[in-house]
Structure formats: structure tokens, C-alpha cells
């Protein structure tokens, strides 16, 4: 993997930080935050509580957009977006879904989230979305 650019993106972006646990590994750009989950792992609050605090100290009280990578099979529950909407600056979710049925779940997904929300094939079609997103915020 490329460290410098390790979601082979087209526009020039800094990654600030990687964060490895035992649930994700987190990627902070400037605004934006891809997370990577393990296979096999439950996301819930009460399981990724602890990386949603570290996360939050690598954003900085900046607004950001979090990109859900789905390069692994994990579960969630939808139920739980009601906390992250919370987070006054998160300004949306992108989930980059490349399977037909996790496309179909992410489309379930939507329905929990309130504030922005797309699916995407490609990882550098969500983060143009991203720092679209990042940018009206301002």
C-alpha cells in the first residue's frame, strides 16, 4: 500500500494521520476520514465509542466528512447513525460500497442519517463528494 496515497486518489491530498485498531483503520485527510473496517468485526457506539473519540481528536473541531471504504464484509447497526448525527462537525457520510449487495445495504442505510448521504463505486467519486460537501459547510 502506498502511504502517500494509499486510495490511489487523483487529486492531490495530504494524509495526515493512520489510526490502526483492532475493529478499523481510520485515514485522516485534511477534512475527510476514510474507515476502513475488518473483516468479520460488529460496529456499534458502544464498540468503535473509543475510535469515535480518537477521531475526533485528529479532525480538530474542523469540519469533516467520514467515507465508509467497503473493502471488508463487517456488520453494523443503522440504529447508531442517530449518535453521529450528533457530531456538529460531521457534515456528512460517504459510503463507497463496490458489491451489488452492499450497495443494497447502504441503500437501507439512508434512511438512518439525516444529513448528507451517497453511495459510491469509486473512492475517488466519494471523495470529490466529500470535499464538495466540506466546502458548502464553510
Known amino acids: 500500500m502506498n502511504l502517500t496515497n494509499p486510495h490511489n486518489l487523483t487529486s492531490p491530498v495530504a494524509l495526515n494521520h493512520v489510526l490502526e485498531t483492532e475493529l478499523v483503520t481510520a485515514y485522516f485527510y485534511s477534512n475527510i476520514v476514510v474507515v476502513e473496517a475488518h473483516e468479520g468485526v460488529t460496529l456499534s457506539y458502544k464498540t468503535a465509542f473509543s475510535l469515535l473519540v480518537k477521531g475526533l481528536q485528529f ?3 474542523k469540519p469533516f466528512v467520514y467515507i465508509s471504504n467497503r473493502v471488508n464484509s463487517y456488520s453494523l447497526n443503522p440504529n447508531d447513525y442517530i449518535y453521529l448525527e450528533k457530531i456538529p462537525t460531521l457534515k456528512g457520510i460517504a459510503i463507497v460500497a463496490p458489491s451489488e449487495l452492499g450497495k443494497q445495504n447502504a441503500e437501507l442505510e439512508l434512511n438512518f442519517f439525516k ?6 463505486d469509486e473512492m475517488n467519486d466519494a471523495f ?4 464538495m460537501i466540506v466546502e458548502s459547510s464553510r
Open 59 to 61: 479532525t480538530l473541531s
Open 115 to 120: 444529513k448528507p448521504m451517497e453511495i459510491f
Open 128 to 131: 470529490e463528494w466529500a470535499k
